[in-house]
C-alpha cells in the first residue's frame, strides 16, 4: 500500500506542522552520516550545498566535466514566486491553485502547497548569494508575466535564468567542497543502487575517464539526476540528459510515478533534417510580448510580410481570449499541431507556425519615444526603439534563433513549433521525497511530485530549488535521525560485491555483442516511435502497436548494436548504448501507462478522450489517481494506484476561454 | 535562407589518451548541409567511423544551445570556430564551403590535459572557484530579496560577466594561456553586488593565487581572450580585476 505520508491538518498548516515536529539530527552525529547526491543541477547542487551546510557528510556525482555544466543551466524565461512585489494580487494561494490546475488536477495538493510556500524564499536565498536578476531603475526585482497565470510572478535574468540560479548553486556547492563538506566525483555516472536489509546504502559509479567501476557508501542516496525527454531522441534536453539512474533505481524497487506524463513545449525551432541531433528551446518568455499566427489560407507560401492583418489567424487569441497567447504548453501545443495538421502551417516543413514581434516593436517604440520626448515619432524612430527594448528583454534569444536559422527574428516573423521538453512523470516519492526504496530520495525533475499532467512555465527552476534547499533539509533528517548507530558499512559487503558484478556483467555484455548497427541509430529509431504514437497526441491502437514495436527494438538492440572502443578507458559510445538501453526499457513502460490511462489531462492527450471543442477531456471518476508502477520482471510491472484527494482545489474543467 | 551542400577535408587532432603523443588523422565528408551544427557534421562523421569499425571522435558537448560551456573544439586556429560570440556547437556549416579544409584541435594549455581527442580536463577552473567564487551564505540566512535595492546599472553590468560559460576559450586564445578573463568575469559578478562586498579583498587575491598554483599563464593584454569569447566577456573585467587586486593587497585590514 502506498503511503504518501501528507501531514494531518489544514493545507496551509501542513508543512508548518510538518517542520515543527520532524525528528532532528544533532551536529555531532551529523558528521558522521554520508548523503550520496547524484546529479549537480539545481536540485543536486542546492541539496548537497544545503547539506553539506548543515555538516553531513556529502558526496555528489555528475558526468559531466563540471557540475556547473548540468542542464538546468539551459532554462531560459524565468522562475515562479508568489513574492506580489507587483501587488497585482499574487498569493501563496494563487500559486498553489493555479500549479494544480495548471496541472489538470493531477498532483498532490499537499506538496503544491508547500512549494507555492517556500517559493518566496528561494527568491531571497538567490539574491543573497548574488543571483543578479533583472531589477527596475528603482533598484528592485523586476518581474513578467508567463503561461497560464494571469499574475506577474517571474522573477528572471534575461533569457539566462536558469544559467544564473544554476551558478549561484554551483558556487555555494563549491564552497562546501573548499570546505571539506562535499566531494566532488565530476565525469562519473551512477550505474546502480546498492540495496541492503531493504535501505539504499550506497552506489555503484563508474568513472567516465578510466572506465573503472567505484563503490561508494552513503547513509542516505539522493537521486536528483533530471527528466527522460531523450526517450524521444529529439527534445530540448541536453545530448547527455538520461534516465539511467531513475531507471536503476527502478530496477531496485523504486515505483515509476506517472511516465507517460510528458511536456510536449509549444515554442521551439523546427526540425529541418534528419540530421539534426536535438531541439532548441525559445523561452515562453517571449509569448509575454510575441504573437502568434498562421495564414488564414492553407498552404500559404507568400513570405509573411506580405500576408495582411486580416489574412492572419491569430488563433490563440481567437480560441482563448482570457488568456490568448499565454495559455499553458499543453494547450498551446496541441492547437499549434491542430493548425499545422489542418494544413495551415508555414515554413518549408509545413509544420511550423509564426511567433511575431512586430506588434511588440511598435508598442515598446511608441513607449520608449514617449519617455524620450520626442513628439510625431516617424515609423523608423518607433521601431529603432523598439528593437532595443526587445534586444534588452530577449536578444540572447533572438540572437540563438538567428544563429541556428539564419534568419534575423527582428524583422521577420520567427518558425516555432513544439517540442519534448519536460518530463512530469518521475520516480513516485511520497511527501518527504523518498522514494518506495529506504534511504533513497528523489528531487527535481527525476521525481513525479508536484506538476501533475502539465507543468506550468517557470514551475521547474521553482520545485528543483524548493526541493534541495527548502524540503530535503529538513525530510532527511527524520530518516536519518534512527541511522545513527548505522556505521560506515564496508564496501567489501557482498551487496556491494554483487551490484558490481551485475553493472560489470551488464558493460560486457554490451560489448561483446559486436553487432552491426550504432548506437545512435537505435536511439532515433526509438525516439521516432515514441513522437508518432506516444507524442502530443496518443490512441490505444497506436499505443498497443509502439508496444509491440519497441519489444522487437529491444531485443534488436540486445543481438545487433556495435559498441568500438574498449571498456576500461574513455569511450563515450559505451556510456551512451548502457544509457540508449535504459530508454528502450522506459519506453515501453511509458505506453503501457498511457495506454492504462484512458483519460486526457494535461500534456497526455487521448484521441479517444477530448470535449466537443477539442479540449482534454478528465475522467475523474476513473483516473483520479497517481499511477505508481512497480517493476515486477523483464517487461512486467503492477500498477499500484495512489488516490488523489482535493479538500481545497475542487477538480473542474480546466478552462482559458 | 539558401541552403547548399559541401565536401569537405577534416584535419582532426587523435590522441588515446593523456600520455599519448597525438597526431592529425584526415577525413573526408562528403553531402554535408549548410543547416547542420558543426557538431550535427561530427556526428555525421562518427556514425560513419563506428560503421566501418573505428573508434568515433571524442568530444564535449552537452546542451548545443550554448549555455553549458562544455563544448571545446579548437578550429581553424580560433577557439569555437569563426563566428563571433559563438559557442562550437551553435556553429553552424554555412559558416563554410564546399571543398574547405578545416583544422580541428582540443584546447591547448599545460593546465587543461587532453583526456582523449578533443576532450580536455578543465577542472582547473572549478577549483579556482572553490578559491573564493561565491558568497558565504548558508541557505535559510537569507533577507527579503528587496530589502536590498541594486542600482540597476551595476545589476546589469555584475550580470554580463556572469554569464560567463566557464568554457575556457579565453584560455585557449591565449599565447600565455592565461585564465585572468575568466577569473576577472567572477571577480567583477560578485564585486559589483553589495552582497558580494564582505568578501571582496579575500576572494580576488586567493582566486588568482590559485590560478597561479594551477599553471595557467599571466595576461598578455592582448585581447585575444575578449576576441573569441562566445559570450563577449569584456576585458574591462580583467581591468575591474587589476584594480580590485592591487587595491586588497596594499590595505593592512584586510
Sequence with gaps: MLNSKIPEGL????????????????PANKRNLEVIIVGTGLAGASAAASLGELGYKVKAFCFQDSPRRAHSIAAQGGINAAKNYQNDGDSVFRLFYDTIKGGDYR?????????AEVSASIIDQCVAQGVPFAREYGGLLSNRSFGGTQVQRTFYAA??????????????????????NVELYARHEMLDVVVIDGKARGIIARNLVTGELERHFGHAVLLCSGGYGNVFYLSTNAMGSNVTAAWKAHKKGAFFGNPCFTQIHPTCIPVTGDHQSKLTLMSESLRNDGRIWVPKKQNDTRKPADIPE???????ERRYPAFGNLVPRDVASRAAKERCDAGYGVGSSKQAVFLDYAAAIERYGKIECRKHGIENPSAEEIRHHGVEVVKEKYGNLFDMYNKITGEDPYTTPMRIYPAVHYTMGGLWVDYELMTTVPGLYALGEANFSDHGANRLGASALMQGLADGYFVIPYTIGNYLADEIRTGQIPLSHPAFEEAEKAVAGRIDTLKNINGSQSVESFHKRLGKIMWEKCGMARNEAGLKAAIEEIRALRKEFWSDVRIPGGIREMNPELDKAGRVADFIELGELMCIDALNRRESCGGHFREEMQTEEGEAKRDDDHFCFVSAWELKGEGNWELHKEPLVFDVAHPSQRSYK | MEHYTMNLTLKVWRQKSKQDKGHFDTYTVNDISSEMSFLEMFDVLNERLVHEGNEPIAFDHDCREGICGMCSMYINGRPHGPWEGTTTCQLHMRAFKNGDTIVVEPWRA????????LMVDRSAFDRIIQA???ISVNTGNAVDANSLPIEKEKADASFAAATC???GACVAACKNSSALLFVSAKVSHLALLPQGGPERKTRVLDMVAQMDKEGFGSCTSTGACEAVCPKEISITNIARLNKEYLISGIVSDK
Excluded at chain 1, 510538518?18 to 532532528?24: E, P, S
Design chain 2, 132 to 134: 573564493g567564487g561565491y
Design chain 1, 310 to 316: 486580416e489574412e492572419r489567424d491569430y488563433y490563440l
Design chain 1, 107 to 115: 498532483a498532490r495538493e499537499g506538496n503544491v502547497h508547500r512549494l
Design chain 2, 110 to 117: 599545460n593546465a587543461f590535459p587532453v583526456i582523449k581527442d
Design chain 1, 11 to 26: 493545507l496551509d498548516q501542513k508543512w508548518n506542522d510538518y517542520k515543527g515536529h520532524v525528528k532532528l539530527v544533532n
Design chain 2, 165 to 167: 560559460i566557464g568554457c
Design chain 1, 159 to 180: 533569457g539566462q535564468t536558469g544559467q544564473q540560479l544554476l551558478i549561484g548553486a554551483y558556487q555555494a556547492l563549491e564552497r562546501q567542497v573548499a570546505l571539506g
